[in-house]
T-cell receptor, first 120, second 113 residues
Framework: EPEVTQTPSHQVTQMGQEVILRCVPI?????FYWYRQILGQKVEFLVS????????KSEIFDDQFSVERPDGSNFTLKIRSTKLEDSAMYFC??????????????????FGAGSRLTVL | KQEVTQIPAALSVPEGENLVLNCSFT??????LQWFRQDPGKGLTSLLL?????REQTSGRLNASLDKSSGRSTLYIAASQPGDSATYLC????????????FGTGTKLQVIP
């Protein structure tokens, strides 16, 4: 079964360092997302990406964050200067073969296993 | 702003029992509602998706219902097994298309052999 893959599974970094989290979405999907889950808290939406641009972002997704789809297969999340409070599990997700908003199958989100970021 | 709440936060049942997990949401203008399973150290697995025009969806031993007017969804698990032990999350989508879903707090289920 197709899956979303994320690397690294765990990254430890010093405060102030830049981090790039990588994701390979399902190949025929057109919508891409990043979510995060701080330990013990809810899964929170960060950003959605479609047609090579951000379609929606949350208030969490400030200027420290950026996303990119550099080569048609990878989807990356960059945190420019990490803070202690950025420590969380970051989940990538993808959906939609692009058959339309009312196709139930197109709306099922497929998540990766997550990348755990620890900022010291 | 959509708020999603799940009750109970944790549930422990003996193997074989049927059980119901509850999800409530404040904004009834949802596009769909999804139930996910989260295992420790792993990602989120989609279990069932209910479109706003639907009342329920079934997959194997799982049945999810949706009542938009009351802002509630339930996930029914029949004949529970130890392998069902996980955290169950519901997530409501309001925006349509770009799937900014709002997740609930989760119910941690333990099925005791």
């Amino acid at each position: 079964e197709p899956e979303v893959t994320q690397t690294p599974s765990h990254q430890v970094t010093q405060m102030g360092q830049e981090v790039i989290l990588r994701c390979v979405p399902i190949s025929n999907h057109l919508y891409f997302y990043w979510y995060r889950q701080i330990l013990g808290q809810k899964v929170e939406f960060l950003v959605s990406f479609y047609n090579n641009e951000i379609s929606e972002k949350s208030e969490i997704f400030d200027d420290q964050f950026s996303v990119e789809r550099p080569d048609g297969s990878n989807f990356t999340l960059k945190i420019r200067s990490t803070k202690l409070e950025d420590s969380a599990m970051y989940f990538c997700a993808s959906s939609g073969p692009g058959s339309g908003l009312f196709d139930a199958g197109a709306n099922v989100l497929t998540f990766g296993a997550g990348s755990r970021l620890t900022v010291l | 702003k959509q708020e999603v709440t799940q009750i109970p936060a944790a549930l422990s049942v003996p193997e074989g029992e049927n059980l119901v997990l509850n999800c409530s949401f404040t904004d009834s203008a949802i596009y769909n509602l999804q139930w996910f399973r989260q295992d420790p150290g792993k990602g989120l697995t989609s279990l069932l998706l209910i479109q706003s025009s639907q009342r329920e969806q079934t997959s194997g031993r799982l049945n999810a219902s949706l009542d938009k007017s009351s802002g509630r969804s339930t996930l029914y698990i029949a004949a529970s097994q130890p392998g069902d032990s996980a955290t169950y999350l519901c997530a409501a989508e309001n925006s349509g298309g770009y799937q900014k879903v709002t997740f609930g707090t989760g119910t941690k289920l333990q099925v005791i052999p």
